[in-house]
């Protein structure tokens, strides 16, 4: 039985205690939050052992095996580092960081520790997100010639708390992670990637097709008071052109395209799919493939066998991965710098 500690008590942290409701061999043990009333509502509808209103008395707390972090993006590192420390394996909200610099320091840290850490990127952990991966790599659609990414939502910034601010914001932060996760993830399965010992070392933004952006009142960590709202990226990823897409300010049906010399897959909803469409021979072929319980389960259960097994790292998302993916959303971001800064 692993104990888990929840630091944080949020939507997804709602939603994350609902699917440990149906893993055996986990309990929640505990949840904290800044206010002590909000962990006793949060309480109420997952029951629990114990409530803090102190981040450290939790993670001190001797009856925690693991913790989740569900935090705003900047509050992820300071905590994910002091839970190292206090040797509790950590599972944590997308972005892990804000920094490449800080997802290096954590992958030292926790190589240092010997102790277990992984960034929550659940569509990777998701049936149809596997079975899509499975059949690019064995070559069902040939090399990859082209990969597209699109996550665009309507986020009012009057409905949101910390997205439309410059230290922590912004649309690649929060929607363009999951793009920039896929994007590297299945271009590292090209040809000349899969004959490269240093796959996704090779990334440019070749140039930024759309932006729209507004400017907060604060300065972001890099002195940008820039917010991005909806950008459209033109990148060449492990010699693979792929596109990224995220929006707050705009709807798009969310989907990952992965163009081959033999065919086409497309995986519909790709942040947490059950399903994917593949166009081979003027076929198409639909698949359907629904969450085990729910898109949490995935990878709760994963890291779960990766304590399990001993292991430090997970081997689907592991510290590189987390590390590639900070610096294609910082190549990005410089880049939407540099344009703002011409304008």
Not at 122 to 145: M, Q
């Amino acid at each position: 039985m692993i104990n888990w500690g929840i630091i944080g008590a949020g939507t997804i942290a709602h939603r994350f205690a609902d699917s440990l409701k149906h893993i055996k061999e986990a309990h929640l043990y505990a949840v904290s939050n800044r206010t002590r009333e909000k962990a006793e509502r949060f309480k109420a509808l997952h029951p629990c052992d114990k409530v803090f209103d102190d981040y450290d008395a939790l993670l001190k707390d001797p009856a925690i095996d693991a913790v989740y972090i569900a935090l705003p993006h900047l509050y992820h590192y300071e905590w994910v580092v002091k839970a190292l420390k206090l040797h509790l394996p950590v599972l944590c909200e997308k972005p892990a960081t804000m920094s490449v610099e800080e997802m290096e320091q954590i992958k030292q840290l926790a190589q240092k520790e010997g102790v277990f850490f992984m960034e929550a990127m659940k569509s990777r952990f998701e049936p149809a997100y596997e079975e899509a991966k499975r059949l690019v790599k064995e070559g069902l659609i040939g090399d990859i010639t082209a990969i597209s990414t699109s996550l665009c939502r309507v986020m009012p910034e009057a409905n949101s708390s910390y997205h439309y601010t410059a230290q922590q914001g912004g649309v690649l932060y929060d929607m363009g992670i999951y793009n920039a996760s896929a994007i590297l993830d299945f271009s590292k399965l090209s040809f000349k990637a899969a004959s490269s010992q240093q796959a996704n070392d090779d990334m440019t933004v070749l140039q930024l097709e759309s932006l729209s952006s507004r400017s907060s009142d604060n300065d972001g960590q890099d002195g940008n008071s820039t917010v991005e709202t909806y950008v459209d990226a033109l990148l060449e990823v492990n010699g693979v052109t792929c596109r990224l897409k995220a929006a707050f300010d705009r709807f798009e049906p969310a989907c990952l395209e992965i163009k081959g010399t033999a065919g086409k897959i497309t995986v519909m909803d790709f942040h947490r799919p059950t399903s994917f469409r593949i166009e081979k021979d003027e076929q198409v072929e639909v698949r359907e493939l629904p969450y085990v319980n729910d898109d949490f389960y995935g990878e709760i259960t994963h890291m779960m066998k990766c304590l399990k097994d001993g292991l430090i790292e997970s081997p689907v998302m592991t510290f590189e991965d987390s590390i590639q993916a900070a610096r294609l959303i910082a190549l990005i971001r410089e880049k939407i710098v540099k344009k703002s800064d011409k304008e």
